[in-house]
């Protein structure tokens, strides 16, 4: 089995602030995902990743930058954190299997902004 | 573009009832349909996952059969467990696209 890791747990920042959040996977998997999830709400997409140095704009990209470096990471950069986007964000991998794949999810970071 | 609704925003339920959350899906050709589960404080996990018409998914008591005609993946349990309280998520993810779309959510509520 592998594991998802998100990092932090709990994030929090000022309006307009830089912020940026990690995701490392171990199950060798070649697509990587972010998504943003508010309270009460579902999943949304705001970038995803199929190989090393890849992204692709999900629904969800305006204010967010991403960076896939390695295989194994994932970073999500938050431009200029605003209240409205309070919610947790999830990472998430899967096989390079096209849309058949199940993905699998790390724990979230919470996103607080003051 | 693929889009998924499922009908019901909350459930509540009594242990051992009977349960069905209804998923409805538009899609071109024949998507993969998926139900993942959510427990509260962790991310979703997947639960199963069905490719064509009729073919019927299953885990841990729970089941849906994709049905092409109705464009339907419904999630039913014969009976549930208060450890079953969680949010339930219908997806669909279509060949050549690495992206899944996923429904609004169901969150289910078991009274002991």
């Known amino acids: 089995g592998g594991i998802i890791t998100q990092t932090p747990k709990f994030l929090i920042g000022q309006e307009g602030q830089k912020l940026t959040l990690k995701c490392q996977q171990n199950?060798?998997?070649?697509?990587m995902y972010w998504y943003r999830q508010d309270s009460g709400k579902g999943l949304r997409l705001i970038y995803y990743?199929?190989?090393?140095?890849?992204?692709q704009k999900g629904d969800l990209s305006e204010g967010y930058d991403a960076s896939r470096e390695k295989k194994s990471s994932f970073s999500l950069t938050v431009t200029s954190a605003q209240k409205n986007e309070m919610a947790v964000f999830l990472c998430?991998?899967?096989?390079?299997?096209?849309?058949?794949?199940?993905?699998?999810f790390g724990p979230g970071t919470r996103l607080t902004v003051l | 573009g693929d889009s998924v609704t499922q009908t019901e925003g909350q459930v509540a339920l009594s242990e051992e009832d009977f349960l069905t959350i209804h998923c409805n899906y538009s899609?071109?050709?024949?998507?993969?349909l998926f139900w993942y589960v959510q427990y509260p404080g962790e991310g979703p996990q997947f639960l199963f996952r069905a490719s064509r018409d009729k073919e019927k998914g299953s885990s841990r008591g729970f089941e849906a059969t994709y049905n092409k005609e109705t464009t339907s993946f419904h999630l039913q349990k014969a009976s549930v467990q208060e450890s079953d309280s969680a949010v339930y998520y219908c997806?669909?993810?279509?060949?050549?696209?690495?992206?899944?779309?996923f429904g609004a959510g169901t969150k289910l509520t078991i009274k002991p």
């Open positions: 899609a071109s050709g024949y998507p993969a």
């Open positions: 997806a669909l993810g279509t060949g050549g696209n690495e992206k899944i779309t």
């Open positions: 990743s199929i190989t090393e140095n890849d992204l």
């Open positions: 199950f060798n998997h070649d697509t």
């Open positions: 998430a991998s899967s096989p390079n299997w096209g849309g058949y794949a199940e993905q699998f």
